[in-house]
């Protein structure tokens, strides 16, 4: 069983920045692509940013110019660095792994942009 841990989140004032982090237990073969996803409360889960296999990256337009994915070559890590941090952006963070098996989701971690 695949597990991903993330790591990173937390309070940030607004202006701020923070890195999430996302590790797999083990490699995932036949990724298609990466991402981290957010969710609000009452609300369903929603696209924050993906890179796909082919290094490919995708971002909420809310989110452009202030977040940056990235990975590691061996596709087991990937980053979310979030710059610019606003109160909207409050919420729990999911990272995601696509392969043809399937999808796998972190647990899920808090970030909260207050000051």
């Known amino acids: 069983q695949v597990q991903l841990v993330e790591s990173g989140g937390g309070l940030v004032q607004p202006g701020g920045s923070l890195r999430l982090s996302c590790a797999a237990s083990?490699?995932?073969?036949?990724?298609?692509?990466m991402g981290w996803y957010r969710q609000y409360p009452g609300k369903q889960r929603e696209l924050v940013a993906t890179m796909s296999a082919g290094d490919n990256t995708n971002y909420a337009d809310a989110v452009k110019g202030r977040f940056t994915i990235s990975r590691d070559n061996a596709k087991t890590t990937v980053n979310l660095q979030m710059n610019n941090l606003k109160p909207e952006d409050t919420a729990v963070y999911y990272c995601n792994f696509h392969s043809f098996l399937g999808h796998y989701w972190g647990q899920g971690t808090q970030v909260t942009v207050s000051s």
């Open positions: 083990r490699s995932i073969p036949n990724i298609i692509a």
